[in-house]
């Protein structure tokens, strides 16, 4: 069958791989100049089971309430004169019950676990290299309250599959040495030693590689302007080159995986997508050889921060901010991440100032993605993964794969 995928992000590059693996005639089209130029590249480069517990849960209207109008606030909503955005917060708020709450814990983990082994296995069968380490990942806390309440969210991860353990804040250090200097503020922390850590932008660029050795073709530098249909089915994709001509692309099947843009183009074929950007940040430190930086990926949950070492360069990213599809940085939000990272790793020493980015995560109210056929049946959705995209990219991509062919995946699926 000829697929035709829009978005060229690690979601778009992956499902190519594993539709293109099924036998099927794959092309994927990006606005951009290669893969993985938006969302995709620069984030917090985790492969995060552990962070499975979405932004919607109980305690998160109290927090979003405390945080409001704090520029440097780690989940900010900014009062705006916006539709979209109170449509997709009354939703948010209707999934931070306990029950919901629960349902979609079991679901993200269960996508997360699967992408996990997908992604090892992926590993080994292509040797595709993107900076990636298997040294788990450890939560940090240094507010008790935090680690209280981790104790029990520890508790119903490991009830879904996810090994994540509580540990102490002396088995913190003896996890990440590069802590030691942090020993006196720590209270606590869980590992889940299963986790890992990588670059998604260099991993989507070697995917894309190797995909085209496959004969999958990427035409990159065409903006998606419209999908045409027709009795209830996609008839065609208006694009646009970047010499300002119009051409129709036609394929049996479309898979729409433009990141945080897809509802726009699939809301007139009566898809209504309820995925609103989350805008995040990340900054890129470079490391020299006397710098003590964490090797062991990391997550700070009280100020929602994440670090990976990518080679000789720590990434710090996190924080969300509810403004729209607005990437101009702060300059407040860019130095809240690099004042964190001082105070956790007073030594770090870097060998040069960082790079600053930010990024519009393509977020549900649930953080559970969209992923499979949707109401017009030859157009395939494969987006909505939020904070956790990197992590389920592999698990989404096959998932999608057995749709495509009628198979059941082995992990639910939540589609429109
Ligand atoms: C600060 C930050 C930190 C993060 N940290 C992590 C992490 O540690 N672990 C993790 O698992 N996830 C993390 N994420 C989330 C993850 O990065 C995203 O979920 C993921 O990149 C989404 O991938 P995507 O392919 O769906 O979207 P994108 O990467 O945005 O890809 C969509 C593609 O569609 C293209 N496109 C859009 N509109 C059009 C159009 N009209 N025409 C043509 N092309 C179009 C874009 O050019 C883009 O290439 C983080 C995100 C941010 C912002």
Redesign the pocket.
Known sequence: MKVLI????????SSAWYLSQAGHEVTV????SA??????????????VS?AEPWSNPHAPARALAWMGREDAPLLFRLRWDPALFDWSWRFLRECTPGRTRENIRDIVALALYSRERLKTLREDTGIEYDHLERGILHVYTDPKEFAASIEASRVLREFGCDRRTVDADECVAIEPALSATRPILVGGDYTPLDE?GD?LTFSQNLALLCQKRGVTFRYG????RLLGETGKVTGVR?RTPAGVSELLQADAYVA??????PQ?VRPLGVPLPVYP?????ATIPLGEDSVAPSVAMTDDGHKL?F?RLGQRLRV???AEFNGYNTALNEIRCQALIKRTHQLFPELRPAGDPVF??????STPSNVPYIGRSRVPNLYL??G?????????CGAGSALADIVDGREPPVRLRAM
Request: aromatic letters at 8%; glycine letters at 16%; one cysteine or more.
């Open positions: 829009l978005g060229a992000g690690v979601v778009g590059v089209i990006d606005r951009q893969a993985a130029l938006e969302t995709s590249f620069a984030n917090g480069g985790q492969i995060s962070h850590s998604a065409l903006e998606v302007e694009v995986a433009m990141g945080s843009y897809t183009h989350a805008k995040g940040y990340s994440v990976s990213a996190g924080t980015w930010c990024g519009l995560r393509p494969n987006t993964h939020g904070t956790l995209g990197w992590t389920m990219a």
